[in-house]
């Protein structure tokens, strides 16, 4: 049995984008795929000039800081003592060294993988480019380079937060050039990562001799997600925004996995207004939410931080049905609303400010909430209103019902079509997960985490900014943008 010619170290990828042949036109015959379009029309120059120059110093610094650590060891000190050492100087450069792989060569290939519906790695990425010969001509690779060029790569941006960087600046490029236009309402929600690690594992602190240091969680961020009864995951929370109109990510925030959706909102919304721009936050009014973040608290995080109202459905929590004193009623739920005693929910008519009461009324007679397929037998209409030929009106105390938003009631049909675009936030996470290799992150820590969520953000909007330069329309996926 012959060996296999796929290297031990990719024998989890299992997917290869075949190579298709190349016709000597400016690579015409491949332009009806995603990833080139992208990699030879999109302006990678404009948009990520000043991630480049900082990259070049952090990989000129890292190679500084590793050749004055070699040359300050204290072993080799310890053998030739006579030796002069100025650790201070700055070595001559060699006219004989060889030219580092550029850039944005290395930056296309982490941010096009996706499209090859493969987890973006670092060996996935680099498998991509050994064994597909037109993403790695494509992207602009004269040569195969090795695998530690794409892991050098990676982490000299993870390092130095330069993926989080270029997710701003390509955000805010997308805004400037009308892609994104101005959103009156933004959708949070927080989805998992699934993480390659195991929950409460830790490690020695490094040190050759024995120590009494604390051992050190082999990742910081993990924790256990349950997601039902029967179903959890060891994985990362990430939180994601997006304008309900334009369906992209805008910012994210990520936390450990067994972390309480509730308590995320202040951090995420601290994190929206560092990442966005002032001209375009001036605009939201609305951050829509899950009913797990509505509290008192999360509402005045929305009106601090971003000066936003929060629309979130009602989470009765621990409150439980109860008796409703009044003609007609059979009772108050756990969401507020009276049912009468023909088991009708009745319908929010508005609030009375002056008393701090909410005015409900009968969704059968009242011609104005009138309510298609339900009837009242003429028993119970006379017992609860007399016979009213608008039916029943009856008023709730305020105080009565708490878990309502005063300021702006759940109740109302007002607010179910204002709430309903929240579903853009959900469509979004499906398409980073399905689609852009959000599903699993194979790196370690917070850092690392932020980093992947960044990339997928970028790709995001990339495609974005191409389906609009080739249709003139905004298409979320590159369905579209291959046709």
């Not at 042949?21 to 009806?32: G, P, T, Y």
């Not at 996470?429 to 290799?437: M, P, R, T």
Request: proline content about 5%; some cysteine.
């Amino acid at each position: 049995m012959t060996d296999s010619i796929i290297p031990k170290s990719y024998s989890n990828v299992i997917y290869l984008q075949p190579s298709f042949s190349f016709a000597q036109d400016n690579f015409s015959s491949l332009r009806h795929l995603p990833y080139v379009k992208l990699a030879l029309d999109f302006p990678w120059e404009e948009v990520f000039a000043p991630i480049e120059q900082e990259y070049i110093n952090a990989r000129f610094q890292r190679n500084w800081d590793k050749r004055n650590q070699r040359n300050s060891d204290e072993s080799q000190v310890e053998l030739f003592p006579h030796l002069p050492r100025d650790v201070s100087a700055k070595p001559k450069k060699s006219s004989r060294g060889r030219e580092g792989i550029d850039f944005y060569v290395l930056l296309k290939s982490f941010l096009l993988a996706p499209l090859l519906y493969v987890e973006v790695m670092v060996t996935s990425v680099h498998f991509q480019v050994v064994g597909n010969s037109d993403f790695r001509m494509v992207c602009g690779f004269t040569s195969t380079p090795c695998l530690r060029t794409f892991e050098r790569f990676d982490q000299i941006m993870i390092e130095n937060g330069l993926w989080e960087k270029a997710r701003q600046l390509m955000v805010n490029f997308n805004i400037q050039q009308g892609i994104i236009e101005k959103e009156e309402q933004l959708a949070v929600d927080t989805t998992h990562v699934e993480a390659e690690a195991t929950l409460n594992a830790v490690r020695k602190c490094g040190h050759s001799e024995p120590c009494d240091c604390p051992k050190i969680p082999t990742d910081d961020n993990v924790g256990l997600m349950r997601k039902s009864n029967t179903v959890s995951y060891i994985a990362h929370k990430v939180a994601l925004v997006c304008g309900v109109k334009s369906e992209l990510p805008l910012s994210r925030c990520v936390f450990k996995g067994g972390e309480s959706d509730a308590i995320t909102l202040e951090p995420t919304l601290e994190k929206v207004k560092q990442d966005l721009p002032e001209k375009f936050l001036e605009n939201v009014q609305y951050v829509s939410a899950d009913g797990i973040y509505q509290s008192k608290d999360n509402q005045q995080y929305a009106k601090n931080i971003l000066q936003t109202k929060l629309l979130a459905p009602i989470n009765p929590r621990k409150i439980k049905d109860q008796e409703l004193d009044a003609r007609g009623m059979a009772k108050l739920d756990k969401y507020g609303v009276p049912h009468c005693i023909s088991g009708h929910k009745l319908k929010l008519k508005g609030l009375d400010e002056t008393k701090k009461q909410y005015v409900w009324t009968c969704p059968v007679f009242d011609p104005k909430y009138k309510q298609e397929g339900l009837t009242c037998s003429e028993a119970c209409h006379i017992q609860c209103c007399s016979g009213a030929q608008t039916g029943r009106t009856i008023r709730i105390q305020q105080s009565q019902t708490p878990q309502i938003d005063p300021e702006f009631p759940q109740h109302l049909q007002s607010f179910k079509t204002k709430f309903s675009e929240r579903t853009a936030i959900e469509r979004v996470n499906a398409q980073a997960k399905e689609g852009l290799s959000l599903r699993r992150v194979h790196k370690r820590g917070r850092v690392a985490v932020e980093a992947h969520v960044d990339r997928c953000i970028i790709t995001s909007h990339v495609l974005a900014y191409m389906s609009v330069q080739e249709t003139g329309q905004l298409y979320r996926g590159w369905t579209k943008l291959s046709a």
